[in-house]
């Protein structure tokens, strides 16, 4: 395992702008554009030069609150962002160009949401222009725009309630050879635990989500975020559940008779590995072959794990900032042993 010094940090940020907790950053389907949000209500969009430099090309202020999430949508839709805030209010961005600077344009405001959004994530671009959003009351809504020339216009598909308590994230399947599949995620300490995680699998012959009967999944500890693997595979698919570890699982299709046009597919669910360096994790992100996860911990380092030989995962990567180094340093040093005459050594 490899610790990254600051000499081999690629950038750092201290000239973000952001005045407040930077709550996300995302980059877009190339890695070339990124886009953060913050608390103090605003938006940036950086863009990567040809050198390696990132460079902040636009930054406005939103929403009548902090602002939790920012996503891309695919570049097949143009450049388009959707940011929720803890107001209740979703917005749609697009970029447009002209002969000044570029400049984000809000396109379309969703308000169906009565608490507070938690997360959103638009879908595979084979689906369609659509923005799944889940709430603080364990509501999943997903829109769609049926014209992607004007997203001005969205329409209300599908609402799901897959739990009683709060929802804290949402991924969409990658996979076109399979029925869509959507997995939510709840972090509510009082949710059982059956019911920190829902699958649901989208039915083309009904335009309906329905809930997968023979994937129940039990997790002991708040869900914190979930994502499904972008690779591919015509037997099933990967997903990843950060509830304090990591916990990955394979969801294989069963060949059975029950899987026809009319009945939810029935998978195999498998625990395949987890992932665990003693903290807590906060939210994790698939490179796009899908053999390597980064994940976002509470001690402020960010953690990449690779995919090696029969499904066994190894920790590759650990870079964490120089002023939490020091802090660590610091404590590790005022940390006296209680028998100072005690010969055993001390580990901390």
């Keep these: 395992m490899s610790i990254a010094t600051d000499e081999e940090v690629l950038r750092t940020f201290d000239e973000m702008e952001h005045k407040d907790l930077v709550h996300q950053v995302v980059f877009d389907a190339y890695g070339r554009r990124m886009a953060s949000c913050s608390s103090d209500m605003h938006v940036c969009v950086w863009d990567r030069e040809d050198s390696g430099k990132w460079i902040k090309t636009s930054s406005w202020k939103i929403h009548g609150g902090p602002v939790w999430r920012v996503a891309w949508a695919h570049p097949e839709f143009g450049q388009v962002l ?3 805030s803890n107001d209740r209010s979703v917005f749609v961005w697009e970029e447009t160009m002209g002969s000044g600077p570029t400049k984000w344009t809000k396109k379309a405001s969703f308000s169906d949401n009565r608490v507070t959004v938690t997360d959103i994530k638009f879908a595979p671009n084979f689906l369609g222009l659509q923005l799944a959003t889940t709430n603080a009351a364990g509501i999943v809504l997903v829109y769609e725009a049926p014209d992607i020339t004007d997203l001005s216009q969205w329409s209300l598909l599908h609402e799901m309630s897959p739990f009683y308590y709060r929802c804290s994230s949402l991924s969409w399947s990658c996979a076109q050879g399979l029925r869509p599949l959507m997995v939510v ?4 300490p009082e949710a059982k635990d059956h019911e920190r995680l829902a699958v649901y699998e989208l039915n083309d012959n009904v335009r309906k989500w329905t809930s997968l009967p ?3 999944i039990s997790e002991v500890r708040p869900v914190n975020d979930v994502g499904f693997s972008p690779a591919v595979s015509m037997l099933g698919h990967v997903m990843a ?5 990591v916990n990955l699982y394979n969801l294989t299709m069963r060949a059975t008779r029950s899987n026809n046009a009319a009945n939810p597919t029935s998978y195999f669910v498998q ?3 987890v ?3 003693g903290y807590k994790t906060w939210r994790l992100s698939w490179n796009v072959t899908g053999n390597a996860v980064t ?3 509470a001690e402020g380092a960010v953690r990449v794990w690779k995919s090696m030989y029969m499904d066994e995962w190894k920790l590759v990567s650990t870079t964490i900032p120089s002023e939490r180094r020091e802090i660590k340093k610091k404590r590790a040093k005022e940390i006296k042993p209680s028998h ?3 010969s055993a050594p001390v580990y901390y």
């Design 295 to 297: 994940l976002c911990t």
């Design 275 to 277: 992932l665990s360096d």
């Design 82 to 84: 959707a940011t929720a």
């Design 241 to 245: 559940v950060a509830c304090g570890d």
């Design 185 to 188: 995620g709840c972090d509510d």
């Design 214 to 216: 023979t994937v129940k």
């Design 271 to 273: 625990k395949i590995s």
């Design 340 to 342: 100072p005459h005690h």
